[in-house]
């Protein structure tokens, strides 16, 4: 028994439209910024940083400055959600860096990475700090990908 050409075309045009809906609900997603961005805009801001410290195009220092930039973003987000009022203060602000490795329950390794990257800010040195960029992008990425939860968690609660 031979199948007729009017079978066939279902069998191709199915699989082929599935593929092409998954691509795109896929690029969809991937370009989909988590709703917290939008009610709070440092962490929206700590992403962009994030993005830009991995990106390897970039001179090595100017990447170590996202790296920091990323992380503080976030400590600052998490201090105005504590009642600090992080506008009027002199920055980088230890406190706000002690509420935010606190909050993100940072682990020994992040604390020290946090470090680095907070005295290097401070610094007036053009040395970069002692470590990996890789390092301290993952670090910054950990602790993004904490706060971002914490928040979403908050969101989803309330």
Known sequence: MLLQVDHLAPLVVIPVACAIVGFLLGRILRGRQPRVYGLRPRLAISSTYLEEAHNKRLWIHTRFRCAYESVYFLFCEIACSRGMDVEVMEHPNTNVVRIGLSETSASPQEQHVTGLLVAWAISVTPSLPGLAIEEACTVAE????????????????E
């Not at 602790?143 to 609660?157: G, R």
């Open 142 to 157: 950990r602790l993004h990908n904490a706060t971002v939860s914490m928040f979403s968690d908050i969101m989803d609660n």
